[in-house]
């Protein structure tokens, strides 16, 4: 397989980058955004995907991983289509959320950090998510799930194909 | 100054430091680790916990990181508080979670600050008995060894790499436990300076590589204060030895020189010492081609013999070798009989250099000082490849003027992360003209490329921009530009500096950096005036003698010499090899004195094995016009000894025959009273704290008695050293020697070496007892005329084509370059040249390129360099091929014909 001809920023990515630079005094402080964008297009943030922003920005490969490793929600490995993260800070906990990502592991039959084998969910805990006062809570994609039951869990997932 | 007091007991202290720095400053034992004294605080590491109270009728007070809180008067803390010494034993426990319990495998172990400080914190019993995180280590290349599992999270490996030095392919991965300290993938490290992580880290994350493969103990080597021999700059090195190999070199502080950090070349570039090419014994060709070994004895009754014999001895010494040699062999031969081993045109630029030094009545700094000036304009040189620390020193004055928003908003100077978010990677007035893009040009404002002659022209039209009673040049459209923007930096700055140098050859050009330097002064500027120049003893060679070596050619071609002693030098490193070659077919009898075979050697009747700087000692004077001594190590078990010892044997002089260091420095400086100062470079052999004598070896050096039990079972009488107050064994005085005299840095309680914290008068500040080395040249006056010689315009030659040297910092030094650590760092040589012209050429990349210089044919890879504007070349200086080149050389260039 040759990955290094197929380019991952394409030229309409890169237009999309350097219009966010354009607002700053450095073309650093696009560097979060820009990996954003590369995650909104592939899912996840390759090695040459790092590569090829570095360039993009002016940084070394190793100013941009330093960010890119840092940020727990940009993801340094192939994630599935769907993304859950579950809540497991201190007040999820006291309202169970244990019990939801049991029934999630077994359901999907993978462990928090892994992708289910046809590439459809990751499931990956996640601190508080500002809604304590209706936890348990989950993040899939971009919908935010409140006060879950284990009920409710498969008709939620039938939601992401 | 300050009074604060420490648990209830007063001390004076400097103003404007952090409480941390000045805890151990008054000699207090304060754990630490993120802080570091060139790379100031970040309050990160949490260690330097104390307790600070409001007033004395405050009983509870609070913590407070050391680190972070600024000298106030009348500030009262405790360190010895139990709530403070309890946080500072939890704070290492917890940062330790992680650390493997692996000291006796860890090259660190013996001589690490995180060892220091758990046992100074108390925290003396590990309690975490679940799994330990545990990460991948990386290669990074041939200097550096890595060990992830040993981190606690300072940050100073990334302060230093990142931000201190500049590089960028080094940094912090991920978050919480997961920490990881490393390159984006594993390879060699890039920047010159990366060796320096082997001190700055405070565990065995990174070690030296160099000492891994032969590996002791701090505490078993046997160590001396040495110069480094790599460049002319002669920043502070200790050099240690075990079993007669040399193992590593470290930073030796010098407040003055290179303070904390010393580059790659010179730390990694020592292994030449133990080379297969050293020579070891008298070595006698006759006739030729026929080589026998000589006993030492009859090697100098040979050589005597010859010279008794002889019409005229001529003397040729060597910018690598320390004054004392190199004046030995002029009592040898007679002042009118040395020469300089350097041709007319170093020797000449050399000259102009001192003579600039002494007469401009511009300032040159310090190394230390460098990192005072507020506005830079580098003329010439690539710095990072031809003086390296200077590089370091250069990036942190970039800093000076963005740092004054800082203390505009009233940021201490030590609170690094503050001042950081404040100056947001601004770049100071650093300006850089060079024949091609420098490593030091990411630092710069703005950079200029053109061929040498066009920068001297450049650099005089600043000079004219600053001072109109300058003389000016004609400057192509955006030259002119560059010139006007850089004088008008140099003009708004308070303290501009000007960087120069030998190392393109060009004597217009150190001129004009002069007519620079001078305009500034002139309109009350506090100007200073750097060059670099090649070799560790290049202005000390030059103090000695006016004369060069086609003038020593000279002597032999005209019948007048028939015996020649070549000292420490590699002819064909000098002058172009057919010259050469023509020298020795007429030399008469040749003598040689060197510590590595070369092509020079294989001319010579006799060869002498002479010391390398770990096995001499003597004295060098570095581009600033500061001698510096520097102490042999070890005692070889062989014949090599220092040159000037070898050449002691052939002089008549009684006082000198017979001499020991301080002798021959007394005789030196007789002959040469602007050497005056050498003198107190270093105390003389005599000096004795009390009655004892500095030992070489720490007090729990081991294995003395059984070393040597192969050969004798009854240990042998240990080597005597007459020519300094340095032992070589363990015995003597154990505390603070004079800051000259210092072969390691240790002190209770401080293995590491941190433990320099110890020899300071203030952390951070001068050397007890002041810094080492004498200026011997101070800007005195200004009975300088502005020069005038500005070179024509440069015309391309599509026939002649110029050849401008390009300058690596592994490669281009002739020892450090047989070392084998850095041999995998040597790019193969090649020629370069600008993407238009290669075009005309039709040479593509990797093609080879025929070259035609000085009669000699050279085929070299094609390089394609974009930076270049095009109309020369470029070809490395130093390698075995090139370094014989006259720079600036001509040749004609085509593709080669296959
Ligand atoms: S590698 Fe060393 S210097 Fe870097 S953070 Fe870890 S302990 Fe500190
Ligand atoms: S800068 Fe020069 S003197 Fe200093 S360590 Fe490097 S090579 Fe040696
Ligand atoms: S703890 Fe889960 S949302 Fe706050
Ligand atoms: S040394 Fe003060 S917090 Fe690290």
Known sequence: MDTQTQRILTDDMIAEIRDMYQHFPVKKAACIEALKLIQKHHRWVSDQAVQELAEVLDMS?????????????????????????????????????????????????????????????????ICCLGTCDRAPAMFIDEDLHRDLTVEQIDAILERYP | MATIYIDNVPYEVKDGENLLQACLSVGKNLTYFCWHPALHSVGACRQCA??????????????????????ADQARIS??????????????ESLMINHPHDCPVCDEGGECHLQDMTVMSGHNYRRYRFKKRTHLNQYLGPFLHHEMNRCIQCYRCVRFYNDYAEGKDFGVFAAHDDVYFGRYEPGVLENEFSGNLVEVCPTGVFTDKTLRKRYTRKWDLTNAPSICHQCGLGCNIIASERYGSLRRILNRYNGDVNGYFICDRGRFGYEYVNSQR?????????????????KKDTAIREIRNRIRAAKRVIGIGSPRASLESNFLLRELAGAEHFYAGVSEKESRLIKEVLHILRHSGVRTPSLKETETYDAIFVIGEDVTNTAPRLALSLRQAAKNQPKEKAKALKIADWNDAAIREVIQGQKGPLFIAAPYATRLDDAALATHQAHPDEIARLAFAVAHHVDAAAADAELPEKAKAFARQVADALVAAKKPLIVAGTSLYSPSLIHAAANVAMALKKAGKEAGLTYTVPEVNSMGLMMMTDQYLEQAFEQVYSGQADMVIVVENDLYRRLPADQVDEFFRKAGTVVVLDSIAHRTGEHAHFVLPAGTFAESSGTVVNNEGRAQRFFQVYQPRNDIQSTWKWLQAFVEKEQLAAANLDDVIQQLTMAYPELEGVREAAPGAQFRVGTQKIPREPHRYSGRTAMLAHINVSEPKPPEDPDSPLSFTMEGYVGTPPAPLTPFFWSPGWNSVQAVNRYQQEVGGMLRGGNPGRRLIEANGSSLQYFTDIPAAFHPDNFHWNIVPAYHIFGSDELSALSEPLQERIPALYLALSPADAQALQLQPGQQAELNVSGQTLRLPVVIRPDLPGGYVLVPKGWEATAGW?????????????
């Open chain 2, 79 to 92: 360190i010895d508080a139990p709530e403070a010494k309890k946080f500072r034993a939890q704070n290492i």
């Open chain 1, 61 to 125: 490969p190793d100013e941009i991983d330093s960010v890119a490793t840092f940020y727990n929600l940009i993801f340094r490995k192939p994630v599935g289509r769907h993304v859950i993260l579950i809540c497991d800070s201190v007040s999820c906990w006291i309202m169970g959320y244990e019990k939801i990502a049991d029934y999630l592991k077994q359901k999907l039959g993978i462990q928090f950090g892994e992708t289910t084998p046809d590439g459809r969910f990751t499931l990956i805990p």
């Open chain 2, 278 to 294: 050293r020579i070891q014994h008298a070595l006698k060709q006759e006739p030729a081609g026929q080589w026998q070994g000589l």
């Open chain 2, 886 to 898: 006259l720079f600036p050389v001509q040749s004609s260039l085509k593709p080669m014909q296959v």
């Open chain 2, 50 to 71: 104390v307790i600070r109270y409001r007033d004395e009728n405050d009983t509870r007070g609070r913590i407070v990181m050391a680190c972070m809180e600024p000298v």
